[in-house]
């Protein structure tokens, strides 16, 4: 039968070549907010690599909204010219897609690297004040941010402005908005990160009213025919936290702004929460909020495996998958998918004598089980 995962999918005036998604992963390794020669050797593998379309990371829209002093961001003249130089590289020599996710971290700003042992520098450490719905930090270990005032708001929604015209002129096909994994609008709407009594706080409607325009801002800036996606939560993992329900009808308001996906993660709000882990967690919130909201869907966390891959697409819980671990231990995940599925997929000519039939006897696949563990950047 004939693999649904390497069917084409169309978003807008895009058509992806296939269902596969290389998930944005922060490197953490950025020169104030610059790409370099990290990035090009990342993106570039990536990309020769045959996905339908490889997400940038996590990008912030402003300095002080990096999570660290490694983030890469489009907040400046220089930002946007390093970015276009590493993508000029993976369109050179690579035919993927390329989307780009735009962030703000929030509260959970001014970091240490992951593997420094992350949570907030301390002053002297070249520290920043960081800003969020309310002055609540995410635990008592980390700085509490300064509750962000009107004048506030209203400069980060022009920096999500100002990155989305950005990413459009360097010509990324693709633009996401970060709205999960506990960093600035997604604090927004979760009711354990804002406790705000005026029209940002309260209600679910008004907790959605900066997210909403900060989309809106997005979606008038970014060219018509290019899609406009969001990373959102499925669920806080909390009591009292957000739920697939809340999903659903945030899904269903952003259907209305004109966003064309949604990428259905989850946590990341409290470092309380406790996560039950396991090959494809987060897929059910993906289905349902496809089902309900009418809009579609990337599925992602713990799918590892090519069958499994395939079933979530065939099965219509999802549109696209999207995979972040596997790609970094396996960037030629995608040819080994298309071969246990039997579909075909992209490779440059360069790399093309590993293909089995261009050179039998050649097969070096070694597949590998998936760890289950949660990574939420
Ligand atoms: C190194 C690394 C960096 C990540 N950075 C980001 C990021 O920039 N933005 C984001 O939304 N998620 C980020 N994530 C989360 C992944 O995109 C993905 O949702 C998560 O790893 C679960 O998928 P997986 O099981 O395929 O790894 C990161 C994950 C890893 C491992």
């Known amino acids: 039968m004939t693999s649904q995962l390497f069917t084409p999918f169309a978003l807008r005036g895009l058509t992806l070549p296939n269902r596969i998604v290389v998930s944005p992963m922060c490197q953490y390794s950025a020169d104030d907010g610059c790409a370099n020669s ?19 990371e996590a990008t912030a829209v402003e300095r002080i909204g990096r999570i660290t002093h490694g983030c890469l961001g489009l907040y400046s003249d220089n930002n946007e010219l390093a970015l276009a130089e590493v993508v000029a590289a993976c369109r050179r020599w690579g035919n993927s897609f390329i989307g780009i996710q735009l ?13 420094e042992g992350g949570g907030s520098l301390a002053s002297g450490q070249d520290a920043w004040e960081t800003v969020a719905p309310s002055a609540i930090p995410l635990s008592e270990a980390w700085a509490t941010p300064r509750e ?12 999500f402005t100002e990155a989305t015209r950005r990413a459009a002129r360097i010509g990324l096909d693709l633009a996401e908005a970060h709205c999960a994994h506990g960093y600035l609008l997604h604090e927004f709407l979760s009711p ?43 669920s806080d993992w909390m009591v009292g936290g957000l739920t697939v329900e809340d999903a659903v009808e945030f899904a269903k308001a952003l259907r209305e702004c004109g966003v064309d996906y949604v990428c259905l993660s989850s946590g990341g709000i409290s470092l309380k929460a406790s996560i039950p882990l396991g090959p494809g967690y987060q897929v059910p919130f993906a289905e349902r909020v496809r089902r309900e909201a009418g809009i579609a869907t990337r599925a992602v966390g713990l799918i590892a495996e090519p069958h499994q891959a395939e079933r979530i697409v065939a099965s219509g819980q999802a549109d696209m998958v999207g995979l972040a671990r596997a790609f970094l231990d396996d960037p030629r995940w995608v040819w080994h998918a298309a071969e246990a599925l039997g579909a075909s997929a992209s490779y440059p000519p360069q790399y093309v004598r590993t293909r089995a039939e261009v050179w039998p006897g050649a097969k070096i696949v070694r597949p590998r089980p998936a760890q289950a563990s949660a990574a939420a950047d």
């Open 38 to 56: 990290w990035h090009l050797q990342h993106l570039a593998n990536l990309a020769i690599s045959g996905p339908g379309l490889l997400m940038i």
């Open 103 to 115: 962030a703000h971290a929030g509260r959970k700003a001014s970091a240490h690297l992951p593997w």
């Open 148 to 159: 962000a005032s009107l004048a506030d708001l209203a400069r980060i929604r022009d920096a």
């Open 192 to 234: 354990l990160s804002n406790t705000r009594s005026d029209a940002y706080g309260g209600s679910a409607e008004k907790r959605r009213r900066f997210p909403l325009e900060v989309v809106e801002a997005m979606r008038a800036a970014w060219p018509a025919e290019k899609p406009l996606g969001l990373r959102i939560t499925g």
